[in-house]
């Protein structure tokens, strides 16, 4: 796998116009599944001592009217909301998704205060293209059997992968997964629980989002081994993504979010680019303070 190398601030623009305006792979067939979508968020990791900080200061500047105006547009405005997930993620008793960037997670959102229920829940199937290497993602709906029930946040059931697909995305996914992972999805076993309590602002005109910035702080564990860490999320709103108006609008969305995050480079310099997959991520954290015990063989054994 290579590590991620943080380019110099001055290149960036370009890559993300690049990432942009690149086109997607087939989307998956089956009547729940949501069409494919390329991701074109930016990724900023936080150090740990900067957190607050920068939540703080996202917070306050998407209040004021100027800045707002900026990014939005006249009668732009500004929400904010606080989320706690858990993704259970999938791969191969080999860790073949992970070798290639490919991520398949069972997602589970919860809202409020007390995350006691979940709300909303789905599988989402994350594929680098070929052209770019962006995210493309696939969204699959559960079973309503498995969306209905109720579980407290933290000791939430997990599922055989194709358990939870409704019977016309099973075939779907034995169809495409071959072909778009190089894996069948009875291959797939649970690997891992990643946790993330997210606080996002929502930065809006008239029509609804524009875009997101999202502070994540993600924790997983394996045996006695813990893994905390915090990213910022930049992403323009998938469904003004998915009408793709013209390619100048998408020129000029994607100039304001690399704008978005050179003011945050600018403001906390130590703010590191990191597109990795979050799977990525995670893995590398928990192989770190596992050493020096090897990481693929617990992984094997399941997620608790």
Request: hydrophobic share 40%; aromatic share 8%.
């Amino acid at each position: 796998m290579a590590s991620m190398v943080r380019p110099p601030v001055s290149g960036l623009t370009a890559v993300f116009l690049s990432l942009w305006l690149a086109g997607s792979l087939p989307a998956a067939s089956g009547e729940a599944a949501a069409p494919a979508r390329i991701d074109k968020d930016i990724k900023l990791v936080v150090p740990a001592g900067q957190v607050e900080p920068v939540r703080a200061y996202i917070s306050e500047r998407y209040r004021d009217a100027g800045v707002l105006r900026r990014f939005g547009g006249p009668g732009a405005s500004q929400e904010s909301a606080s989320e706690d997930f858990t993704d259970v993620y999938y791969d191969t008793p080999g860790l073949a998704l992970l070798d290639k960037d490919v991520e398949v997670r069972h997602r589970r959102r919860y809202t409020g205060e007390d995350v006691r229920y979940k709300v909303k829940e789905w599988v989402q199937v994350k594929v680098p293209t070929p052209e770019t290497g962006a995210p493309q993602e696939i969204k699959y709906k559960v079973k309503n059997r498995v969306a209905g029930e109720v579980a407290p946040y933290g000791s939430e059931p997990v599922y055989p992968f194709l358990a939870m697909l409704k019977s016309a995305d099973r075939g779907a996914a034995s169809a495409a997964f071959p072909a778009l992972l190089g894996v069948a999805p009875a291959d797939l076993v649970p690997v891992v629980v990643v946790r993330q309590h997210r606080d996002r602002v929502y930065i809006q005109d008239p029509e609804g989002p524009v875009f997101t910035v999202s502070v994540d702080r993600v924790t997983a564990r394996k045996l006695w081994a813990r893994v905390d860490f915090c990213e910022v999320e930049i992403e323009i709103n998938e469904l003004r993504y998915a009408r793709r108006s013209s390619a100048a609008e998408n020129i000029r969305l994607a100039r304001l979010q690399r704008e978005i995050a050179d003011d945050l480079l600018g403001r906390f310099p130590a703010l590191r680019l990191e597109q990795a997959p979050r799977y990525q991520k995670v893995y590398r954290g928990l192989e770190t303070r596992l050493r020096p015990l090897p990481l693929r063989p617990l992984l094997r054994l399941g997620v608790r």
